[in-house]
Every structure is written in C-alpha cells, then in structure tokens.
C-alpha cells in the first residue's frame, strides 16, 4: 500500500499520511519492543505484523460494539488505516486487578477486585516517566474539558468490559488495559492510537505465571535470542486468539 508522509514516529510505530485523504492516516507497526520508558529496547522479528493483526482483531470487536474508534481498515499486517485525529497526551488505565504499578503504590490493595473497573490517568512524557495524573489536574491544564474526563472514564470502562468478556469467553483474564484518545475533526472522542500486546495483562486461567503479554519482557532478567522467541511466541498466540473474536462474527 502507498504511503505518504511521515506524520509522527513513536517506537513501535511510524504514522503517515494517507496518500489520497487528507482525512485518514496509516500506522505502520515496528518490530520493536521496549520497556522502562525506552531504557530496554529490543527488535523482534514479526512483531509489527503481530501487533498489528491483535490491533485490527481488537477494533474490529470494538467497532462492532458500538465504541467509537479511528479505525477503518487493516489492508496488510503491519499497516493500519485509521481516522485522522488529534491524540490527547494521556493514557487512561483501566484495572479489574491491583497489578503492576498499582500494587506497588497500594501495596495493600493485593487480592482486591475493582467494581466497576478503576480507572487512572498517566501524561505521556517520557521524560518524566508518564506520571500520573488527577482529572482536576487535566482540566487544569487544558489537556481536556470536564465533560471530556467523563466520557474518557465512561467509554474506557465500556471498552475495557467488551474486551474482558471476549477474553473470558476463552478463559483468558484481562488484568488490566491501557488506552488513548484522540479528537476527530468534530471534536468527538475516538479510542485511538494501538490496542496490542503491549497495552494489557492478560493472565490464561487467571494465573499470572501464565501471562501472554509485554510483562514477560519487562520481567527477564536476561534478554537473549531465547528470550525474545518465546515473547515472540506468545504474541503470536494473541493475534490468532483475538482473531477468534473476528472469525466468530464475521466482518
């Protein structure tokens, strides 16, 4: 597929211009991986055709439900047209378990359930190691209105709930999810950017040694050749599980 322009690159993706409509864009996913803030950084061969299939099976699911999202189409693995919008600087996390981050500032909060699912907000700024954020405070600072916060959480919780019933139907625990949001040209909130095996914890059976996602990479003491197969591997189960969730219903 044509590409045009470079738009934006981040380290697991390059975003470009559509070369026809000025109205859509075209994520292009790399075969990187990283963790703390970009400090490891690693190339896994496949891993951008991976992502971008577990992303397209994930919208698909998404759009299906009702969610309002950027995507539009997924015409090769590694390429992803979406509609064009402006990101907001925040990843909003929403968690069904203490995990992670968490757990580790509420360390009391081990072997809670969060009914509904909580919801925490993170600016994007490497620099500052993505801190999190109160929702006075980014209204506060302009990054988004009110109304805007409200929707984020509401609309969070709704993907995050589609997304932990689909994994449940195949005995797969969604932890935790993180996504973003842009504003399309109307000024309506998309969930945009990627939704892949970097933005969950996934547990199979509910049981963490298990675990299918990013954290096994973030986790390794050692990264070598055998590391990075086996992250590889289970990557590759993600896409042909959430794939399930496309051949179940159709397109």
Known sequence: MEL?????EGKTKIVYAHPTDPDLAILRHKDGITAGDGARRSVIEGKGALAGQTTANVFHLLNRAGIATHFIAAPEPTLTVVRRCAMIPL????RRLPAGSYLRRHP???GQRFEPPLVEFFLKDDARHDPQIMPEEIVAQGIATAAEVEQMTNIGRQVFQTLETAWA???????????????????????ADVIDNDSWRIWPGGDPNRMLDKQVYRNAQVVDETLLADVRERYALVAELTGRWV???GR
């Open 4 to 8: 045009g322009h470079v738009l934006a």
């Open 91 to 94: 990843e909003v996390v929403m």
């Open 108 to 110: 009391e909060a081990a």
């Open 169 to 191: 139907a195949l005995d797969v625990t969604l932890v935790d999810l993180k996504i973003e949001f842009g504003r399309a040209s109307d000024g309506s909130l998309l969930v």
């Open 247 to 249: 051949t179940k219903e």
